[in-house]
């Protein structure tokens, strides 16, 4: 796989998530570009799941 398949994975991947959760901004997807941990932080605060939840609804997208 090379760069732009992933970028290109990675851009449809944020399109799913601001589908499925509205409230996330550009901001709160770009965290994840290099801080896994607060991404899934800042994903549980905006929709009130557990991080085990909240990879599970990532794992389905």
């Known amino acids: 796989m090379n ?9 449809e991947f944020k399109g799913k998530m601001k589908q499925k959760f509205a409230d996330l901004t550009d901001d ?4 994840e570009e290099g801080k ?4 899934y932080g800042r994903i ?7 991080k085990d939840e ?3 609804m ?4």
């Open 28 to 31: 709160d997807l770009l965290f």
């Open 58 to 61: 990532i794992a389905e997208l």
């Open 54 to 56: 909240v990879k599970k």
């Open 44 to 50: 549980q605060q905006k929709v009130g799941k557990t």
């Open 36 to 39: 896994e941990d607060e991404f």
């Open 3 to 11: 760069t732009t398949e992933i970028k290109g994975n990675w851009n």
